[in-house]
């Protein structure tokens, strides 16, 4: 039995703390917490192998973590990933099935018998993949495999859009005006439409990354645009649920990465600003955010460590919200995963995210992984370089001729590609990171640039090119960006270069 699990029964029996206060002292109630949590407390004991169920860069990152933890590593490789760098650094690599997917990396039963094989105390599912599958952490567990990342309730919860926005509210973070569960019908639809006011988005509520999502700006497109979002959303995700918010015109996507361990300790590690996507893809990443005032980062923050702990939740997370044009936020979605871009906290908080990530699962305690308060300082930024076309975004595989990554003072890459190498067709385009970390957002424009300029990759196509004229955009340099950013970005080049 999992101890986080045990944890979150016991404790939705006891009466809540509030109301113990009534009939006893506080320090009754103190010494009967303690008693209470020793009682609860996992004997520490720290894995001594673990699977690293993904591949790529974050597969190497895991890597590194376990490296300096001195914990051995087991790498799952495809047929298509046998001269990966994630196969050379582990300890032990058991290849697990042909190049594609279905068949290798989200093979649950290959992958639990990889585990099983190789005899490990637990698994880290890095990103996408089968990093928010709640059936995969549970057969993990069943198998006495710690799963490195929350109790699978809490994933399943999240995963549903409206439940984790409910759950949101009732807790006290903001949300956004919309409607309260999943819309029966667009008859349903209109009303909470006309109640929250045009414009609306309908959104899948087993969704995420923009698929099943409309935009609706009056009652006459409405019927269509629902009928639209629920073919849409039960194609993609066997499940047609909808819910409404109303519409943010132009909003910053903002999110707040926090850290849990198994006694309810909650921290939040500041934000990080996302709002340069493209197609739902994001392009770059920094912390913080040019918008953030010190008050609304601290405010924030202590709801997300309140609501989180009494949610249960833990490892790492990442909470999501929309920021409009007042600078109010709206949480919309949490992420129970490290993410792509968790390098930019770690650069400006010092806090290595991967190992927290293990040590929480373990059973450690907050102050014993971060030895101290949390103090962000200067700036970071990260470009993700996919092997995809400038221009028309479209994947780009095939063998690296040159790589130059480059180095210097504040300047991070994390990569698994390599001189050589070859890029596969059949994963996630996204070859490397560019991390760069500056006294102040000036300083890490600048060095970031001279870090693109000085990053050689022949042979295939990367977005390079494209993170070059970013950096050098006048907007982007004044720190005025919005999620409609690249848009308007590429539209300016089309109208300048004779090219396009
Ligand atoms: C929104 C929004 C505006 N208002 N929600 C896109 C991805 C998903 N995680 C949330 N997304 C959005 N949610 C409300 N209430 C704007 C976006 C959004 C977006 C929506 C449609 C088309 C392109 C978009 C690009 C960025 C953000």
Redo the contacts with the bound molecule.
């Keep these: 039995m999992p101890y986080a699990q045990r944890h979150r029964k016991q404790r939705k029996g006891n009466p809540g703390r509030a109301k113990r206060a009534i009939f006893v002292s506080a320090t009754a109630v103190a010494n009967a917490s303690i008693a209470a949590t020793l009682a609860k407390a996992p004997a520490l004991r720290m894995f001594k192998k673990i699977l690293i169920a993904n591949r790529g860069e974050i597969a190497l990152r895991v890597i590194c973590a376990c490296k300096e933890l001195g914990i051995r590593t087991v790498a799952i490789y495809s047929e298509a990933d046998r001269n990966s760098l994630h196969v050379r650094f582990a300890d032990e690599a058991i290849c697990i099935g042909p190049p594609q997917l279905n068949q290798s990396y989200l093979n649950i039963p290959a992958v639990i018998s990889a585990a099983e094989i190789a005899n490990v105390d637990a698994i880290h599912p890095g990103y996408g993949l089968l990093a928010e599958n709640a059936n995969f952490a549970e057969v993990s567990e069943t198998c006495n495999i710690k799963f490195i990342g929350p109790p699978p309730e809490i994933t399943r919860l999240m995963g549903e859009k409206e439940k984790a926005r409910a759950a949101m509210k009732k807790a006290g973070v903001p949300i956004?005006p919309?409607s309260e569960g999943i819309l029966a019908g667009d008859g349903e639809a209109l009303e909470w439409a006309k109640h929250v006011g045009f414009p609306v988005?309908i959104?899948a509520s087993a969704g995420?990354?923009?698929r099943g999502?409309r935009?609706v700006r009056n009652e006459e497109e409405l019927p269509a645009l629902f009928k639209a979002a629920q073919s849409e959303a039960a194609a993609s995700f066997g499940n047609g649920d909808l819910y409404m918010?109303?519409?943010?015109e132009r909003?910053r996507?903002i999110e707040f990465q926090i850290l849990a361990d198994q006694y309810g300790n909650v921290v939040s590690l500041g934000e990080r600003e996302c709002s340069i996507?493209r197609r739902?893809q994001k392009l770059l990443e920094e912390s913080p955010s040019t918008q953030m005032t010190a008050e609304l980062r601290e405010n924030i923050g202590q709801i997300l460590s309140r609501t989180l702990s009494d949610i249960g939740y833990v490892n790492a997370g990442t909470i999501?919200f929309?920021m409009d044009e007042e600078r109010r936020l709206?949480f919309?979605?949490m992420n129970t995963r490290i993410q792509v871009e968790h390098p930019v906290t770690e650069m400006v908080t010092d806090v290595d995210l991967v190992k927290s990530q293990i040590l929480l699962a373990a059973g450690e305690r907050m102050e014993d992984v971060l030895h101290g308060p949390i103090v962000a300082r200067g700036h970071a930024i990260e470009c993700r370089i996919n092997a995809e076309h400038p221009e028309k975004f479209t994947p780009s595989a095939g063998r690296i001729t040159a790589f130059n990554p480059p180095g210097g003072t504040g300047v991070r890459i994390d990569t698994a590609a390599y001189a050589e190498g070859v890029i596969p067709p059949y994963y996630d385009s996204l070859i490397a990171k560019l991390i760069v970390r500056g006294k102040d957002r000036s300083e890490a424009v600048s060095r970031m640039s001279r870090a693109l300029e000085m990053f050689i990759v022949e042979g295939i196509y990367t977005t390079i090119p494209l993170h070059r004229r970013i950096l050098a955009d006048p907007d982007f340099r004044e720190g005025k960006v919005d999620?409609t950013f690249i848009e308007r970005f590429l539209a300016k080049k089309d109208k300048t270069s004779p090219a396009a």
């Design positions: 956004l919309g988005i959104k995420g990354g923009g999502m935009i918010e109303k519409f943010v909003p996507h996507q739902h999501e929309l709206y919309i979605e999620t």
